[in-house]
Structures are given as structure tokens and as C-alpha cells.
């Protein structure tokens, strides 16, 4: 029979340390930054422009305003108006997945939107990586800032 002496308890401590500081190694390193922020997905960004005062319509995912097959996943229109802008005009936004996508794509918007644009003149168009946001113009200037400004916080980091 094999007989074991009881831990002193400076053992039991010693081995309670052990145990803490294998669990707190196995964990990895703790960060106390703030972690980057990344794009918002379609809600949040809906939230933000109306938080910008922009009122949003009318909304339909997949609609690109041409018949792209790249864009059309990518698309939302939407009816906005707000800020200045009392006619609501029609708006495209193109959500890319990161900047590489919007970087690569980004020009197809503007062959995408001859097809929805009525007078080239006024076509407005806002780049906010990994957003593209295009519509027929003009916009009031208020209207176009809160779009912008908007934008620019839901993206982030740009992805």
C-alpha cells in the first residue's frame, strides 16, 4: 500500500499559483486597447445616417440600378431625403467586403450608374472605403454632408 504525506500548505499554495499561472499563460495576451473599429453591416449604417438626420425610404437589397452581376450583391437602393434635400432621390450604396474589393471595384460604379443616371452633370457620388454611395444629383449641400459624414463613421477602419 502506498501512503501519501499530507501537502504542507505552502505546497498547496505553491501548487494553486501553478495552476493560475498555467490557465493565465494558456489564455494568451490580454490587450487593453480598444479593439479597431470595423464596417458597420447595413443596419448600423441605416442607424448612423438617420443619427446624421438623413430619412431613409423604400430600401431594396440586391437592387444595383444596372444589371452588374458583380455589383448586384453588393447593392442596397433606397429612397433618402433630410438635411436640406426635400425631394427624396433615389441613392445606391455598394457595400464591398474590404478596401482591396472596393479598390478593385470601385470603377464599375460609375459603369453602373449610366444606366440610372439622367443627367451625367449632376451624378454625385460618395467614395468611403469599403462604401460607394451614387445617385442622381444635385443634393442639397446639407444633404450631401450628412451623407458623407455618416458614412465615414459606419465605415471604421475601411475594412
Known amino acids: ?7 504542507s500548505p505552502r505546497r498547496i499554495g505553491l501548487a494553486g499559483l501553478l495552476l493560475i499561472a498555467l490557465a493565465v499563460g494558456g489564455c494568451g495576451i490580454v ?3 480598444p479593439p ?6 447595413f443596419s448600423d449604417l441605416a ?10 425610404d ?15 450583391p ?24 474590404t478596401s482591396e474589393v472596393f479598390e478593385r471595384l470601385r470603377s464599375t460604379v460609375d459603369d453602373c450608374a449610366r444606366s440610372f443616371v439622367t443627367d451625367p452633370e449632376t451624378f454625385e457620388s460618395i467614395d468611403q472605403s469599403p462604401y460607394v454611395l451614387a445617385g442622381q444629383g444635385p443634393w442639397a449641400p446639407a444633404f450631401e454632408t450628412a451623407l458623407r459624414d455618416g458614412l465615414e463613421v ?6
Open 74 to 97: 453588393t447593392a442596397i437602393a433606397m429612397d433618402a431625403s433630410g438635411m436640406g434635400q426635400t425631394k427624396p432621390v433615389r441613392i445606391y450604396l455598394y457595400v464591398f467586403r
Open 58 to 72: 423604400n430600401v431594396v437589397s440586391g437592387d444595383a440600378g444596372c444589371d452588374d452581376p458583380v455589383l448586384i
Open 47 to 56: 442607424i448612423e445616417l438617420t443619427q446624421h438626420g438623413i430619412v431613409i
Open 1 to 7: 500500500m502506498i501512503a501519501f504525506a499530507p501537502m
Open 31 to 33: 490587450s487593453t486597447s
Open 36 to 41: 479597431e473599429p470595423t464596417p458597420a453591416d
Open 154 to 159: 459606419a465605415a471604421g477602419n475601411g475594412g
